[in-house]
């Protein structure tokens, strides 16, 4: 009786688990909640990952080598709202990269290899985007 009344748990619990998103294989990355973190000292990205789960909230992509930002990299993100980019080596932001992030309220962007000139699209965004440049070459 013990044994099944522990198979029929394990089973309840297997299904729960099953619906939750899982957090995808890529080196030196993890998830906890809704927030998806990349470790700098375990794989240097140089561009955004792909495999970023649909339900992420928070990114932060601190410290890697992401030169570029294009409009595909967060199309399947819509739930963003906090992103983390600093200490990359950014220098472009392609127009309507920013576009499907409608919950977006934060980006921050210290410490990359942005211009003057470099514009960072907003449009679509209905919550005010907090930008932080203390480095415009």
Known sequence: MYVIDCLLK???????????????????????????????????????????PPDT???????HGIVNISTEDFSANENLRKINLSKNSLETVEDGSFSSLSHLNEIRMSTNNLTKSTRVPSEGLSVYVYLIYPRIV
């Open 10 to 52: 394990l089973g309840v619990l297997a299904s729960v688990v099953s619906g939750v998103q899982s957090c995808p294989d890529v080196l030196g990355c993890f998830c906890q909640s809704t927030t998806f973190f990349c470790n700098n000292t375990v794989n240097r990205l140089i561009r955004i990952p792909q495999q970023i």
């Open 57 to 63: 909230t928070v990114l932060d992509l601190n410290g």
